[in-house]
């Protein structure tokens, strides 16, 4: 069974550019949820989508958007990159919103802003 | 404000010995709880977790033990091996909303 996939492994933007990070769940999970991990500060949580639709939202600027697909697979946004936006941005699915069941991440995509 | 907090960001301990990780809430709704162990370069991979009807829950050498008067959880690796050496991220959710993860724990475990 093939686990959750991130796309690019790595992304170098400038500031003020767009990125945009793709995952897609395992098969069968309708949840996906997006955390950041910058230096020093954990798992920060950002977004959770289940069935297509935005379940909750963390404490981010709107700048940082996504979408869930059809197929569950799903994509983050981050406009206007600012240096602080650098980090690790893991990706997790779970089966409907099945926190009970723990999260399988991604291996996350490394973000860096010059 | 921080849910939920792991108050140490790194733990030495020599291989065979206890490794004893801590962490803290402040969400009293929070009825769930999980630990997971992260490697460089890879995402989190779940470990063990315990509902908060339980006081320990116990799988090979990993045991988590919940004190909910205290909104206290602790891990415990017994024997600590070499290759149990990650940063250590306990988590938290209330009901079936989203998960609330601590800063980390950097475990490092000695020969």
């Known amino acids: 069974e093939a686990g959750v996939t991130q796309s690019p492994t790595h992304l170098i933007k400038t500031r003020g550019q767009q990125a945009t990070l793709r995952c897609s769940p395992i098969s069968g999970h309708t949840s996906v949820y997006w955390y950041q991990q910058a230096l020093g500060l954990g798992l920060q949580f950002l977004l959770w989508y289940d069935e297509g639709e935005e379940r909750n939202r963390g404490n981010f600027p709107p700048r940082f958007s996504g979408r869930q697909f059809p197929n569950y697979s799903s994509e983050l946004n981050v406009n206007a990159l600012e240096l602080e936006d650098s980090a690790l941005y893991l990706c997790a699915s779970s089966l409907s919103a099945g926190s009970r069941l723990g999260y399988t991440f991604g291996s996350g995509t490394r973000l860096t802003v010059v | 404000d921080q849910q939920v907090k792991q108050n140490s960001p790194s733990l030495s301990v020599q291989e065979g010995r206890i490794s004893i990780l801590n962490c803290d809430y402040t969400n009293s709704m929070f009825d769930y709880f999980l630990w997971y162990k992260k490697y460089p370069a890879e995402g989190p991979t779940f470990l063990i977790s315990?509902?908060?009807?339980?006081d320990k829950n116990e799988d090979g050498r990993f045991t988590v033990f919940l004190n909910k008067s205290a909104k206290h959880l602790s891990l415990h690796i017994v024997p600590s091996q070499p290759g149990d050496s990650a940063v250590y991220f306990c988590a938290a959710s209330a009901g079936f909303q989203k998960l609330v993860f601590g800063t980390g724990t950097r475990l490092l475990v000695s020969p």
């Open positions: 315990i509902s908060s009807i339980k």
